[in-house]
């Protein structure tokens, strides 16, 4: 078997995403290992989550620091320091400066709930209602300097139903997250993203299903 990926995951929240990464490696469904996980915030639950899995953690706070660079350094040190190939962001709410992006050019993801460019920076979910949109869904893309606005890997649409509140929208626009990360990050590990300019190209990618939620469709069979 090829040499697994090794991940670095920042977090900030719950972590759901990072469960969702963590039973695709543990099934074997996707070729990675986590290395790291990093929380700027000590109370995140995801960390107790990595801690169940015995992986590494480190909370690096943004207080502690007196300019975004040196925070930035400090992740980005981190993820060295564990040997991190990607890093991927599941709900880490600090923006990134272009201190660490040039230290890991496209080597990092992002997940934001909503169909980018619509939507983009806090409340993803909240937004698409008040808007009024009929669809919305879930993005992966690689971090650029502006916010969630990265080229785009992986989208998955879901309806917003006319009774939806902000809860339920999110938790159908989660359950799609839970299946599109994974996917990104297994193509990653795969070799099979290219890049041109904002354009992302999967090479081999899956059959093209012109009705379908997913695009690039899924080629890996989510739990
Ligand atoms: C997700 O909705 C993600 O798209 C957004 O923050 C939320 C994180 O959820 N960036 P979790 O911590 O992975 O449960």
């Given at each position: 078997m090829e040499k697994k990926l090794s991940l670095g995951v920042l977090v900030s929240g719950s972590g759901s995403n990072l469960q969702s990464i963590i039973d695709h490696i543990e099934q074997d469904r996707l070729n990675a290992a986590i290395a790291v996980v990093i929380s700027n915030n000590p109370h995140a639950y995801a960390l107790t989550r990595a801690e169940k899995h015995h992986i590494p953690t480190a909370v690096i706070t943004h207080e502690t620091f007196s300019s975004r660079e040196e925070f930035d350094r400090a992740i980005a040190d981190t993820l060295d320091a564990y040997a991190v190939d990607l890093a991927v962001m599941a709900g880490f709410m600090r923006i990134l400066s272009p201190h660490i992006l040039n230290r890991f050019p496209q080597r990092i993801m992002n997940i934001h709930?909503?169909?980018?460019?619509?939507?983009?920076?806090?409340h993803g979910q909240r937004q698409a209602l008040e808007y009024g949109a009929r669809f919305s869904g879930c993005t992966v893309h690689f971090v650029d300097a502006g916010i969630d606005s990265g080229p785009i890997i992986i989208q998955a649409v879901v309806p917003v139903l006319e009774t939806d509140t902000e809860d339920t929208l999110s938790a159908r626009i989660l359950r799609e997250e839970h299946r599109i990360y994974p996917q990104a990050i297994q193509w990653y590990a795969e070799g099979r993203i290219q890049v041109h300019n904002r354009q992302v190209k999967i090479i081999a990618g899956g059959i093209p299903d012109t009705d379908g939620h997913h695009n690039p469709p899924l080629t890996m069979t989510s739990l």
């Open positions: 709930p909503a169909l980018l460019p619509s939507f983009p920076g806090l």
